[in-house]
Antibody, heavy 128, light 109 residues
Framework: EVQLVESGGGLVQPGGSLRLSCAAS????????MDWVRQAPGKGLEWVGR??????????EYAASVKGRFTISRDDSKNSLYLQMNSLKTEDTAVYYC???????????????????WGQGTLVTVSS | SYVLTQPPSVSVAPGQTARITCGGN??????VHWYQQKPGQAPVLVVY???DRPSGIPERFSGSNSGNTATLTISRVEAGDEADYYC????????????FGTGTKVTVL
């Protein structure tokens, strides 16, 4: 059974830092892209960023709203995904989900890429 | 960046059919995925690649995609289908490759 379990959320002051973790089990972690998606209170889903798998050199991509402040990393030996969040702002307050990305075929510049498993989320509150 | 627009809410009586739209420029050329999210829970994938269902998702959930609109259809709606629904695509042309729709709250009357 695939499981994703986030941890590390909490209350942090503006300008502070926090590191989230996501422990994966039930699948070959190193084969998969892994993403972070967040949801502000009462709002919709917002993609935060992604790390590709080893076959794709673990490259990362980020949403413009977090680029330069957030860093995604992974440790395949520990089946773990991380999100280092620096220079936090009040607007970063959200539930943060890790999600397993599944990349299908690509055609005409468009790819099939979706999230087939999600963690339960961890709440990050940025407030003074 | 690419924008996906959904109606904020859809209301449907039990046993009837709910249709949730997801509008985007030439979305028919992209692969669309749909997620169901119940209050306090993580999203669940219900349709991927326009019209495929993951294992365990009832056949009542179906999808289509053409032109500028993708649609998630829920047939024979049940009380347990009440949730928020989000569409999602990959947009390789932008620096924000994963895009979610604005979300639709489905209310079962």
């Amino acid at each position: 059974e695939v499981q994703l379990v986030e941890s590390g959320g909490g209350l942090v002051q503006p300008g502070g830092s926090l590191r989230l973790s996501c422990a994966a089990s039930g699948f070959t972690f190193s084969d998969h892209y892994m993403d972070w998606v967040r949801q502000a209170p009462g709002k919709g889903l917002e993609w935060v960023g992604r790390t590709r798998n080893k076959a794709n050199s673990y490259t990362t991509e980020y949403a413009a709203s977090v680029k330069g402040r957030f860093t995604i990393s992974r440790d395949d030996s520990k089946n773990s995904l991380y999100l280092q969040m620096n220079s936090l702002k009040t607007e970063d307050t959200a539930v943060y989900y890790c999600a397993r990305g599944t990349l299908g075929y690509c055609s005409g510049g468009s790819c099939v890429y979706y999230f087939d498993y999600w963690g339960q989320g961890t709440l990050v509150t940025v407030s003074s | 960046s690419y924008v996906l627009t959904q109606p904020p809410s859809v209301s449907v009586a039990p046993g009837q059919t709910a249709r949730i739209t997801c509008g985007g420029n030439n979305i028919g050329s992209k692969s669309v995925h749909w997620y169901q999210q119940k209050p306090g829970q993580a999203p669940v994938l219900v349709v991927y690649d326009d019209s495929d269902r993951p294992s365990g998702i009832p056949e009542r959930f179906s999808g289509s995609n053409s032109g500028n609109t993708a649609t998630l259809t829920i047939s024979r709606v049940e009380a347990g289908d009440e949730a928020d629904y989000y569409c999602q695509v990959w947009d390789s042309s932008s620096d924000h490759p994963v895009v979610f729709g604005t979300g639709t709250k489905v209310t079962v009357l």
